[in-house]
Structures are given as structure tokens and as C-alpha cells.
């Protein structure tokens, strides 16, 4: 029973443009959502999140867009750099979640100087 | 303020082993959680404890069992090890366990032969 979906398992754009990753999810009960971003050997670190009761959140040069009806949510990156690179992983919640975080299985991101 | 605390970084096992992975939450935290991260399934739940209290569980089978001392520290075990249990296993800490400020530690990385 896969809740969240990456569909995207690697994205590479070039230095500067604008980098998207998508995140699908199946449980209607997710109230936020947050985006771990991780480099190898090392562990996730907290991104950017964002509320169900917004549509948009924005933090640098880093937003995320949620469509609740789609169930769909997308960050994205501008301009990408190239530290950057690594993957990312998009992680819903809710207050029923069980103490526990539900991850997609990442997106490797890959930005080209 | 220090972070997550994971030890050993490299381990190397031979199947049929047993092996104990450490973790040393950021101090404060009470809740300790862990996660298993392979290629293939991304990163995937294991347990989270709470006050030396195991609040829920992951799918996976008994060999894996932890528990969580009364200073926060956590250990977990894995028992008649497979090679399938070859992955990087991260310990992540946070104040609650309810979703947000989960910190994650650099991982143990355990290689089964």
C-alpha cells in the first residue's frame, strides 16, 4: 500500500534553470507535508514543508505548491545550483500518522554546471 | 547543540550473525525512531519509541527489535542476519514523534556477506 508516490526516480537540469519534483499521495487524511532533501552517507534533512490549509509556501529560492484535490504536491528549485544535487524525498503527515514518517522513494536530482 | 549520534558508521556482518546499532538522540529529544533505506524501497519504517516505550511498529519481521533506555538512547537489533538486510539504517530523533523537528543521524551503513 504505497501512500506517496514519486514517480520521477532521477531529474538532472543544468545550473540556473528551474528544477520540479512531484509527489503523489493517496491518504486524504495527510494535513501537511514536508520535503526532506539527503546527500549520500548522510541522513534527510528538513527542506521546506507546507500546511494543508495553504496552497503555496515559499522559503529562498525554494517553494512548494500543494493541489489538495489532486493530491498532487511539487517543489520547485530556481534557480537550481549545483549543490543541489541529491535526492529528495517528499514525506505527508497527519496527526493519525502513529508516530511514524511515510516517505516517497526519492527523486535524485542531478544539477549540471 | 549536538546532533543524532549513530554508531557505528560501517559495519560488515556475515550472514547469520546478529548485530546492534546505537543511536544518541539530540538531548531533549524523547522520541527515537528508526528507518531502513535500501535502493530499491527507499526509506522504510521500523519502530519508533517514546519514553522507553515502543509506540508502533513497521512491517518487518521479528529478527528486528529495539528498545530505548531511560536517557533517550536507542539500540536496535537485528537477528540471524540476511543478506536482504544489507542498507543503510537511520536513527531520526524529535521532541514528540508527532511529525515535525525530526532530526536524522549520518546513518549506520551495514553490509551483510
Known amino acids: 500500500d504505497q501512500q506517496v508516490k514519486q514517480n520521477s526516480p532521477s531529474l538532472s537540469v543544468q545550473e540556473g534553470r528551474i528544477s520540479i519534483l512531484n509527489c503523489d499521495y493517496t491518504?486524504?487524511?495527510?494535513?501537511?507535508f514536508l520535503w526532506y532533501k539527503k546527500y549520500p552517507a548522510e541522513g534527510p534533512t528538513f527542506l521546506i514543508s507546507?500546511?494543508?490549509?495553504?496552497d503555496k509556501n515559499e522559503d529562498g529560492r525554494f517553494t512548494v505548491f500543494l493541489n489538495k484535490s489532486a493530491k498532487h504536491l511539487s517543489l520547485h528549485i530556481v534557480p537550481s545550483q549545483p549543490g543541489d544535487s541529491a535526492v529528495y524525498f517528499c514525506?505527508?503527515?497527519?496527526?493519525?500518522?502513529?508516530?511514524?514518517?511515510?516517505f516517497g522513494k526519492g527523486t535524485l536530482l542531478t544539477v549540471n554546471p | 547543540k549536538a546532533g543524532v549520534t549513530q554508531t557505528p558508521r560501517y559495519l560488515i556482518k556475515t550472514r547469520g550473525q546478529q548485530v546492534t546499532l546505537s543511536c544518541s538522540p539530540i538531548s531533549g529529544h524523547r522520541s527515537v525512531s528508526w528507518y531502513q533505506q535500501t535502493p530499491g524501497q527507499g526509506l522504510q519504517f521500523l519502530f519508533e519509541y517514546f519514553s522507553e516505550t515502543q509506540r508502533n511498529k513497521g512491517n518487518f519481521p521479528g529478527r528486528f527489535s529495539g528498545r530505548q533506555f531511560s536517557n533517550s538512547r536507542s539500540e536496535m537489533n537485528v537477528s540471524t542476519l540476511e543478506l536482504g538486510d544489507s542498507a543503510l539504517y537511520l536513527c531520526?530523533?524529535?521532541?514528540?514523534?508527532?511529525?515535525?523537528?525530526?532530526?536524522f543521524g549520518s546513518g549506520t551503513r551495514l553490509t551483510v556477506v
Open positions: 514525506s505527508p503527515h497527519s496527526g493519525g500518522s502513529n508516530y511514524k514518517l511515510t
Open positions: 531520526a530523533s524529535s521532541p514528540e514523534g508527532t511529525g515535525y523537528g525530526y532530526t
Open positions: 507546507i500546511s494543508s490549509i495553504k
Open positions: 491518504n486524504s487524511m495527510f494535513d501537511y
